[in-house]
């Protein structure tokens, strides 16, 4: 069983910044691509970014897309989020997912989450 570990969350005043990174257990883990997803209170869990590993492209939810950059490792087993500007409303526990699948939720495996507030 490949284990994704995430480390960097903390607390940030607004307009501050973040870098989380997330490892995979193995290296002879292999995915398609990784990405982040946050989960606010009450909230459903949303993407934030992803790296897909056969082209390098990078995307990103409109709500982070300029303030966040996601990048990768050339073994392709660790991803990291860098977050510039932050906002109250980015705080959320932050995960990191590396897909198997053909989509996020056909198959992919999950970080325990880490938290990233931002205080106002």
């Known amino acids: 069983q490949v284990q994704l570990v995430e480390s960097g969350g903390g607390l940030v005043q607004a307009g501050g910044s973040l870098r989380l990174s997330c490892a995979a257990s193995?290296?002879?883990?292999?995915?398609?691509?990784m990405g982040w997803f946050r989960q606010a209170p009450g909230k459903g869990r949303d993407f934030v970014a992803g790296?897909?590993?056969?082209?390098?492209?990078?995307y990103y939810a409109d709500s982070v897309k300029g303030r966040v950059t996601i990048s990768g490792n050339n073994a392709k087993t660790t991803v990291w989020l860098q977050m510039d500007s932050l906002k109250p409303e980015d705080t959320a526990v932050y995960y990191c997912?590396?897909?198997?699948?053909?989509?996020?939720?056909?198959?992919?495996?999950w970080g325990q989450g880490t938290q990233v507030t931002v205080s106002s």
């Open positions: 997912a590396a897909r198997y699948g053909s989509s996020w939720s056909d198959g992919a495996y």
């Open positions: 790296i897909t590993w056969s082209s390098g492209a990078t």
């Open positions: 193995t290296r002879t883990f292999r995915s398609y691509a």
